[in-house]
């Protein structure tokens, strides 16, 4: 928590100005909305998806969300994984998955909405700086995609981006909730 | 060319046993991946003599010299191996996390001489069949020592560094940059040692795989530094092959009195 002290002061401070009772350490919780395409193919599978934070210089700050056949018996849905290859290449082969508050299963298409507290999990020791939301997604007999949208930690008020996929992802939301 | 369908069976049958021998040819392993996740990985190898990269057209690599090298340097296993006419394949079962190396090592001699009648001979072997096999009163004898490696490698999971270890003995490769860890876009560095010493002002052929289906080879030439070095930027991801040979006159088998010392590798470059 102690590395977040010298960013968070201007944000606590602009706060208090402006008369808003600000939480003690909260900057604020940060929701990521994933639109997994619904395709017309012959074979569909759900897309593998990792969500992950980078520093400018493409290392990973925090792997937020890996979505894989996590049921699969004898782990038979990690063989997948490095299909994620930017992920896997810059933090997947580093861990063992499963991962508590990662891992999770594939999602269906439609919106898939993430939630991250800034007080606890990925977020709370998080050192304010300019990062990359990485969304990287691969589907079995399908195409890979990746799509990456900025932000700066922590948000300043209001902040929220979008970035778009093309294939097999689809609207990427990022906002902010003070 | 009058110089016979004989003499290039000749030639050709080295070509199998001694990939440094073959001009036209070319000599390879390819891993059915090199980059693997999950808790029980395989991978299929294919080994193979050829003109294009990387298809079975031409003969099996034998693999009298295979060794397969866990992440923590202990010999793992070829499996389920078997040689048919265009290929050899095995399979590997990549139970340590980290990276495996899987080489071909090839050591012999080669020689010419003229027989009694005059007619000139071609002969591979080793010191000890030599004497069997090439008659005492051989003219012109002249005994070339080949040195061989050839080489690929797989990671399951983390890529790990032992296997990258070398030998001190023949032309060899010290990875500077992970050898399962190449980008399309990226610079990596390798460094060429002959004997342990770097090899330097060395030409280095990098040759992208897919060779049958385009006009031009599209290969890379880098020359090795003082230092042994050189660097590849690849241009495009997929499988590519990389060779060197050096010609010396330092053989360290006898009565060899020069020696070719070949470097093999096939690297697989991933997309960004």
Redesign the interface.
């Known amino acids: 928590m102690r590395v977040l002290v010298p960013g968070l002061l201007p944000t606590t401070l602009s706060a208090a100005l402006m008369g808003v009772v600000s939480l003690p350490v909260v900057a604020a919780d940060m929701n990521v909305k994933v639109e997994i395409p619904r395709l017309n193919v012959a074979e569909y599978h759900r897309p593998y998806v990792a969500v992950w934070l980078e520093r400018p210089d493409q290392s990973v700050a925090a792997t937020l969300a890996v979505w894989y056949d996590v049921k699969k018996k004898d782990k038979e849905g990690e063989k997948w994984l490095k299909d994620l290859r930017q992920w896997w290449r810059r933090a997947g082969r580093d861990v063992q998955m499963p991962v508590d508050g990662v891992s999770g299963a594939t999602r269906p298409a439609g919106d898939q909405q993430l939630t991250f507290s800034s007080d606890k999990g990925p977020l709370a020791q998080l050192p304010p700086g300019d990062y990359v939301l990485m969304v990287e997604a691969a589907r079995e007999v399908g195409g890979r995609e990746v799509v990456k949208v900025p932000l700066q930690w922590p948000p300043k008020a209001g902040q929220s981006a979008k970035g778009k996929g093309e294939s097999e992802l689809g609207v990427i939301t990022l906002d902010f909730k003070p | 060319m009058k110089l016979s369908f004989k003499l290039a069976a000749v030639a050709m049958t080295l070509a199998i046993a001694l990939p440094l021998s073959a001009n036209a040819h070319r000599t390879w392993l390819l891993p059915s991946s090199t ?7 395989w991978v299929s190898v294919d080994a193979a003599v050829s003109n294009d990269l990387f298809f079975f057209e031409s003969f099996a690599l034998k693999l009298d010299g295979l060794q397969v090298i866990a992440p923590d340097g202990s010999f793992a296993k070829a499996e389920n191996a078997y040689t048919g006419k265009l290929r050899t394949s095995f399979d590997v079962h990549l139970t340590q996390s980290g990276t495996y190396k899987v080489a071909v090592i090839s050591m012999g001699l080669f020689g010419s001489y003229k027989d009694a009648a005059g007619q000139t001979k071609r002969w591979r072997g080793t010191p000890e069949t030599l004497a069997k096999e090439v008659p005492a009163d051989a003219k012109d004898l002249q005994v070339t020592q080949m040195q061989g490696r050839i080489e690929t490698f797989v990671t399951a ?3 790990s560094k032992k296997v990258l270890e070398t030998t001190g003995s023949g032309l060899e490769l010290q990875a500077i940059t992970h050898p399962t ?1 190449l ?1 399309a876009g990226e610079t990596a560095s390798f460094r060429l040692l002959l004997d342990g010493k770097p090899a330097a002002n060395l030409k280095v052929t990098v040759v992208p795989g897919g060779t049958r289906y385009r006009d031009k080879l599209n290969e890379l030439t880098p020359t090795t530094d003082a230092d042994g070095k050189f660097s590849v930027t690849w241009p495009s991801a997929g499988m590519y092959w990389m060779e060197a040979t050096v010609k010396d006159d330092k053989p360290n088998l006898k009565p060899a009195t020069d020696r070719r010392a070949n470097y093999t590798a096939t690297l697989e470059v ?3």
């Open positions: 980059v693997l996740s999950g808790n029980d990985p999971g983390k890529p860890d980008i991933l997309a960004p």
